[in-house]
């Protein structure tokens, strides 16, 4: 079955770090670009990162940039969202989606930042 | 970084036609922000309907529809039925980064 999987999520302090990753499979994962989105709860959704198929060309939105890092590992079919300096408004659910082809969105993954 | 623009709400009867609409805060929103249209329903996660402004993934109803109107980009939904009830985010290329809209709640009623 073609899907993407996320992990990693969970509770974490203001200031702390966590790193997310998107299993996917059944489809040619490094032929895409791969993206991470975020929704706060109760909130519309955020587009957080993007990272070309070769891992070239990589896009952040200003709330986390210089604080998140997007990686992949076209080997493991896998993405990655290095989340560091974490603050209370990081606090969502994150959707690890391909835009192109099979155009998935995962099941998410749920980040906590509180004391 | 851009602003895109979407309807709050809107409500439609059963069987009746809505367009819902997004907007730029950069200007008319052309085929080259390669708009997007995603359905979220209560408690799943979002699910791509339209993508590069009119075409559908396999999964979208015959009855949604994309394109550009007015300088916005537009979905329209002709023959609204109970399940259609949801969140539309409509989402635009900025040459990289990509902006999402805040939501359309659409009411079948």
């Known amino acids: 079955e073609v899907q993407l999987v996320e992990s990693g999520g969970g509770l974490v302090k203001p200031g702390g770090s966590l790193r997310l990753s998107c299993a996917a499979s059944a489809f040619t994962f490094s032929n895409y670009a791969m993206n991470w989105v975020r929704q706060a709860p109760g909130r519309g959704l955020e587009w957080v990162s993007s990272?070309?198929?070769?891992?070239?060309?990589?896009y952040y939105a200003d709330s986390v940039k210089g604080r998140f890092t997007i990686s992949r590992d076209n080997a493991k079919s896998s993405l990655y969202l290095q989340m560091n300096s974490l603050r209370a408004e990081d606090t969502a659910v994150y959707y690890c989606?391909?835009?192109?082809?099979?155009?998935?969105w995962g099941q998410g993954t749920l980040v906590t930042v509180s004391p | 970084q851009a602003v895109v623009t979407q309807e709050p709400s809107l409500t439609v009867s059963p069987g009746g036609t809505v367009t819902l609409t997004c907007g730029s805060s950069t200007g008319a929103v052309t085929s080259g922000h390669y708009p997007y249209w995603f359905q979220q329903k209560p408690g799943q996660a979002p699910r791509t309907l339209i993508y590069d402004t009119s075409n559908k993934h396999s999964w979208t109803p015959a009855r949604f529809s994309g394109s550009l109107l007015g300088g916005r980009a537009a979905l329209t939904l002709s023959g609204a039925q109970s399940e259609d009830e949801a969140e539309y985010y409509c989402m635009l290329s900025y040459s990289g980064p990509w902006v999402f809209g805040g939501g359309t709640k659409l009411t079948v009623l």
């Open positions: 989606v391909l835009l192109s082809g099979p155009k998935l």
């Open positions: 990272i070309t198929r070769s891992s070239s060309d990589i």
